[in-house]
């Protein structure tokens, strides 16, 4: 099947669009692993198939002693060729990719073009975008002036730590029986993960801090028992319910729960870590097209800035206005996209999720019970010299304040230098921004919006690259793609398509092009030249996502070779799923009995009587189920 499926990846990489009549262009993105002691390079492709970016697994090869950058970059052009796609096809095909740092160090760029023959200013090989995010994220927390942050994640570690496993395992979960709370599985920090995993670690401890509470609580009746006037027998009980070292190690991490600054804090890094969450999904999705890497953050930045201004002005809301805001509900406190098995393949990422997201943070729902030294209904302890103080978050508003203005200028000095090509797309390959200039602002005329840009993207391409393309066509063709999009534009029907929540995508408004052949007719080379554009890909989160898959394939007991593996991978990632794959699984058979002395295959299943089994019975229940939207999961109960 591997072999089948390999068949159908080489035939569609080397096809013919019929939409822009020239050869299909590819992004390159490739990742190194350590998987059973062994290091891999992930390789994939990104191409363009049912007209979106659309990622295809290639191969995970073996890192025998491949250390340096050129010898990483042998081995990425080893596993392209093996698809057929010889140097010459590479030259004309590829036009950029996404890696991590630890590649942009080695000079990736450079070696690749030079194993390759073409021009190193031609194929854009970015450091992907999430990678850089959390690289100003780290910037931001290493600082002196938040070792308070530092201090915060190392008490919610020992939290976690302290209820993860054994006997304090056992007494979260009676403790949450008890007050009948449910509770979320502790977390741990993941150094190599994004930032996702830090969120999950506050998001945990909110959900499950009423039972955190109540365990605290008895630990200080105990506490109090085992310094008091106690029989012998009744301390050394209460001794032996603790393991060695819990008293000195986790005391203090313990006590924080019932802590005021350790309550607001957390509540307010939850709610600017949600912030930074939402951005990273955001920047891991391969459909995105160069551009929207920067709209996405700078709208982050902005909601940073947005979030700083609110905790600024907090105090002068009046609290009855607070107290008559909705109560967040703490059972939809872990949001679904926070995760770190979020697959970018597999799972669509709703963008504009991001925009409509609560309006009403947690430090406000929360504001009026923090002033009265609660939170979920419990009390909460202050320190010694803000009793006297009318608003005592104060002092923590301010840490925070200042950590998403570090955390907004880190992200700036990260992503200040966008390469030109990118600010180039977007003036003038971006249809929202030729809506708001033509139609709404009217700052510029049709004819003028984007000419120039486009003339130096076409002199970028000529004098960087092999593509043999005809200028003044591409211009003229240009032209008649803007019109066309505002025409359409104008039609309530192909509007609607086009938005999403008044906002213009500019990704609908391409797949309507590439795959309607009236709208296509006449612009076939602009609409090639466009896809060579968008294909300079700026994410390797796709990367991530197959390691993931090749680790779901590893077991303890694994004793299959590594090409095995690997074409297990191969196939999960790039067969259709099993519901569909009727006609792929028969042609796979009909390949593999092709080569044998009998041609001709069947399947019998034993019986009364020898009978045909049919492949992927019409009577397979799971099949069934997946076939139809309606089919329950369980039979349904059938009376005498």
């Not at 659309?54 to 990483?72: F, M």
């Not at 880190?410 to 200039?437: G, H, T, W």
């Not at 080569?595 to 019998?604: A, G, H, P, Q, S």
Request: contains cysteine; proline residues 2%.
């Amino acid at each position: 099947m591997a072999t089948s499926m390999k068949q159908r990846v080489m035939e569609y990489l080397t096809s013919v669009d019929p939409i822009t009549r020239q050869q299909r262009s590819i992004g390159i993105t490739f990742d190194k692993v350590t998987l059973l002691k062994r290091s891999l390079q992930v390789t994939m492709l990104v191409i363009m198939i049912d007209e979106q970016l659309t990622p295809i697994y290639l191969k995970s090869s073996l890192c025998k002693t491949e250390l340096s950058g050129e010898e990483l970059a042998a081995n990425c052009v080893n596993v392209l060729e093996s698809f057929g796609l010889t140097k010459s096809m590479l030259q004309d095909k590829l036009t950029g990719g996404a890696v991590d740092g630890a590649y942009i160090h080695m000079n990736i760029n450079e070696h690749l073009c030079n194993n390759i023959g073409i021009q190193q200013n031609w194929l854009k090989i970015s450091w992907d975008v999430a990678h850089l995010l959390e690289l100003a994220i780290d910037d931001t927390q290493n600082q002196k002036k938040f070792n308070w942050l530092q201090m915060i994640i190392k008490t919610c570690a020992e939290v976690m730590k302290k209820y993860s496993y054994g006997k304090q395992y056992e007494f979260l979960i009676q403790a949450a029986e008890e007050i009948q709370e449910d509770i979320l599985q502790p977390k741990q920090f993941h150094v190599t993960r994004f930032v996702s995993s830090q969120l999950r670690v506050y998001e945990t401890i909110l959900r499950n801090w009423k039972t955190l509470y109540v365990l605290q609580e008895k630990d200080d009746v105990n506490m109090a028992l085992s310094h008091g006037d106690i029989s012998t027998r009744t301390r050394q009980k209460l001794d032996a319910q603790q393991k060695p070292g819990d008293k000195d190690v986790d005391s203090i991490a313990s006590r924080q729960i019932k802590s005021f600054d350790f309550v607001c804090t957390l509540i307010g890094l939850y709610d600017i870590y949600s912030i930074l969450v939402e951005a990273s999904l955001s920047v891991q999705q391969v459909n995105k097209y160069p551009w929207e890497y920067d709209y996405a953050i700078e709208y982050l930045q902005e909601r940073l800035t947005k979030y700083g201004e609110l905790l600024e002005t907090l105090n002068f809301k009046s609290a009855q206005d607070v107290e008559n805001l909705e109560k967040f509900d703490l059972d939809k406190l872990v949001y679904s996209t926070a995760t770190d098995g979020f697959d970018v393949a597999e799972d669509e990422y709703d963008e504009t999720k991001v925009q409509k997201k609560q309006s009403i943070t947690l430090m406000e729902q929360y504001y009026h019970d923090l002033l009265k030294c609660e939170f979920q209904q419990l009390p909460i302890t202050r320190r010694g010299g803000d009793y006297e103080l009318e608003d005592p978050i104060k002092h923590i508003r301010q840490k925070l304040i200042e950590l998403c203005r570090h955390l907004s200028e880190s992200i700036a000095k990260r992503f200040e230098d966008i390469p030109e090509i990118f600010v180039l797309m977007k003036n003038c390959l971006d249809v929202a921004f030729l809506y708001q200039q033509v139609v709404l602002d009217k700052t510029q005329t049709i004819v003028d919006y984007g000419k120039n840009e486009l003339q130096k993207l076409i002199d970028f391409t000529v004098s960087n690259s092999k593509k043999l393309i005809n200028a003044p066509v591409i211009q003229d063709q240009y032209l008649e793609w803007k019109q066309r999009c505002l025409n359409e534009m104008q039609d309530k029907d192909m509007f609607s398509v086009w938005t999403t929540n008044g906002k213009i995508l500019t990704s609908k408004v391409m797949k309507t092009f590439y795959t309607n052949t009236d709208l296509s007719e006449g612009i076939n080379d602009f609409l090639h030249f466009y896809s060579l554009m968008i294909l300079k890909i700026r994410s390797e989160a796709i990367c991530e996502s197959a390691a993931s898959i090749l680790k779901g394939h590893i077991h303890n007991n694994r004793s299959l070779q590594h090409k095995s593996l690997d074409d297990e991978v191969f196939l999960h990632w790039n067969a259709p799923p099993l519901h569909l794959a009727d006609k792929f699984i028969e042609q796979s058979i009909d390949d593999y009995f092709i080569n044998k002395k009998d041609k001709t295959w069947l399947f019998y299943r034993k019986s009364e009587q020898y009978q045909p089994w049919r492949l992927l019975s019409p009577g397979s229940l799971v099949l069934n189920r997946l076939r139809s939207e309606q089919v329950p999961r369980l039979p349904e109960l059938i009376d005498d």
